[in-house]
């Protein structure tokens, strides 16, 4: 792999809650529309015409342009009936009097360029196109690397870009990516998956796969929340994290506390995990781990058995009386150990398994 390009910081993307019915379209674009007010993006379609055995989108040479490029993928709005929106996910008003929704480049490979269907340029970060300027609610795109030569480089190429409302009524999307000459990104592909299972109550680990080197500056990488019950950052203290020497793993390790059982957590990176060659803040994503675990496993080995309950007995001291030590042997979560969570390990117990 020629280094001098540093590969894609790919994004684990939380599955679309709307599900639409996209009209029969042959083109690889994205759709974006609307959910209470914030712009979001339709990858369904991205990567349908790529070929995995070549690279994603690989890029072909034209001797005419002296240049590497690839048409598509472009953008679609949900405004035309034709593409089967529901009425609640379309943009609502006038575009350009209401809403402008710009397309805003964040990072970008080197040599690397996008033409508009109207032959704008956009070769620099923090370039934009306004898209609410379009005739018609689709364009096309043409992605072109400046490199000479043949065959093709062996290096991937990538943007990252997010959408912009500039008047204001819509949200920002969150940044996304697109990467040319290279196999499937492999976050969005094998690791991690969007929705994990963090199977131990203690020393359960999560993993993140960057294509790009990342580093921790000035503190905690994510935020840990458990959306059912808490609104702000309640888990991350559980965790320690680590990145591995090339800067392209960060681990997270549970070195402490109890996460609650049966229940999503939203893990998302925070402005302090950076580009490390570039010291820009890392693209952000969120990722979703399952937690489930037995109850009463207190040493995080998937059994409960006597060391589990010595642990529970040192913690027993009884209702209402409030322990902050002895998470994992309050069960029932009300802050307190007595004979409702003693019941609750006993019902758990397995012996020794491991």
């Known amino acids: 792999m020629n280094t001098r390009i540093p590969a894609l910081l790919t994004l684990a993307l939380v599955a679309l809650a709307a599900q639409s019915v996209l009209a029969d ?93 109207d032959g704008t340029w956009l070769e620099t970060i923090g370039d934009r196109y306004n898209l609410s300027a379009w005739a018609e609610h689709h364009v096309h795109m043409k992605y072109c690397a400046y490199v000479s030569g043949s065959p093709a480089p062996d290096y991937p190429f990538y943007v990252t870009y997010r959408l912009v409302d500039d008047f204001g009524m819509y949200a920002a999307t969150p940044p996304f990516s697109l990467v040319f000459n290279m196999p499937t990104p492999t976050v969005e592909a094998t690791e991690p998956e969007y929705r994990g299972v963090l199977t131990s109550l203690t020393a359960g680990e999560i993993t993140f796969t960057f294509h790009r080197p990342i580093a921790i500056v000035d503190g905690p990488p994510v935020t840990i929340t458990d959306e059912a019950t808490h609104t702000a950052d309640y888990y991350a203290g559980h965790f320690d994290y680590s990145i591995s020497p090339d800067g392209l793993t960060l681990t997270l390790t549970q070195t402490g506390g109890t996460l609650p059982n049966e229940t999503w957590l939203a893990i998302a990176l925070t402005e302090h995990t950076r580009d490390a060659v570039t010291d820009c803040a890392a693209v952000a994503f969120t990722h979703y781990v399952y937690t489930a675990y037995l109850a009463g496993d207190c040493d995080g080995d998937q059994d409960v058995d006597a060391a589990d309950f010595a642990s529970f007995e040192d913690c027993m001291l009884g209702p209402e009386i409030t322990t902050t030590a002895c998470d994992c042997a309050d069960i029932d979560g009300d802050t307190d150990v007595d004979l409702v969570d003693f019941v609750a390990i006993q019902r758990s117990f397995t012996g020794a398994l491991n």
Not at 31 to 44: A, E, H, W
Not at 96 to 107: A, H, K, M, Q, V
């Open 25 to 117: 379209c042959p083109l690889d674009h994205y759709f974006f529309y609307q959910v209470d007010n914030r712009l979001t993006i339709d990858k369904r379609r991205i990567y349908v015409h790529g070929d995995p055995a070549e690279g994603y989108y690989p890029l072909s040479w034209s001797g005419i342009y002296g240049r590497w490029s690839v048409g598509e993928p472009g953008f679609s709005d949900t405004t035309d009936a034709a593409y089967g929106f529901p009425t609640e996910l379309q943009l609502v008003g006038e575009p350009g009097t209401d809403y402008e929704i710009n397309f805003e480049i964040l990072d970008l490979s080197p040599d690397f360029k996008i033409q508009m269907n």
